[in-house]
């Protein structure tokens, strides 16, 4: 499963890594967002407008508000494309454990 350079590239400025991570604990408006990160609200809208652009956040209007919440979609291809890298190295210290286990045992063509 691929992860898309939009997702990486959103995710890879702090203040939108921080609204995702505001965004775990539910949904919240644009002043919310905005309060509990010390940022103006053009500025939070801006950030929330590349997340939604790419795909990780949801606004519902609601009234004269704006709330914002997590997609599941895009979360769900980055864990599996951490996970295709969990498996490479898993596989990889495997094989270290067994030739340090050749290595130390003395077993021929260990060398």
Do not use: C
């Not at 709330?67 to 898993?90: A, D, M, N």
């Amino acid at each position: 499963m691929a992860v898309s350079i939009e997702t990486l590239s959103a995710l890879a400025e702090p203040n939108r890594l921080h609204i995702v991570e505001l965004l775990r604990g539910g949904p919240l408006t644009v002043g919310e967002i905005a309060g509990k990160l010390g940022l103006h609200q053009p500025q939070a809208s801006k950030h929330l407008r590349v997340l939604s652009d790419s795909g990780l956040v949801e606004m519902k209007p609601d009234a004269n508000r704006r709330i914002y919440k997590l997609q599941q979609r895009p979360f769900v291809e980055l864990e599996g494309w951490l996970e295709s890298f969990h498996e490479v190295w898993t596989d990889r210290f495997d094989r270290l454990d067994d030739y340090l286990r050749e290595l130390q045992s003395g077993t021929p063509g260990a060398e």
